[in-house]
């Protein structure tokens, strides 16, 4: 497996439930290759915060328009 595949991977887990082939596959790529272990520390991470800023409980559920909007205001206000 290639780190491109992986960070796809790493990327769909935050929107949506990966199979357990797809989890497999992440963790042995990881425990080789420590470019996509931080990558996939660093985008949980941001993840995270995302969700926190804009006061979102469920991560897999897609945003509606106000959603995006207040996510919009929030990361604005958290720049100035």
């Excluded at 992986?6 to 290759?33: D, G, M, P």
């Excluded at 959603?67 to 720049?79: D, F, T, V």
Aim: hydrophobic share 35%.
């Amino acid at each position: 497996m290639n780190c491109k595949k992986v960070t796809y991977l790493i990327e769909k887990r935050a929107i949506a439930k990966l199979n357990f082939w797809e989890k497999i596959q992440i963790r042995l790529h990881k425990s080789v290759c420590n470019c996509c272990r931080n990558y996939d520390k660093d985008t949980t991470a941001l993840n995270r915060m995302l969700l926190k800023v804009a006061n979102i409980t469920e991560p897999t559920k897609l945003l509606d328009k106000l959603e995006k909007e207040r996510l919009k205001e929030a990361l604005r206000n958290e720049i100035k």
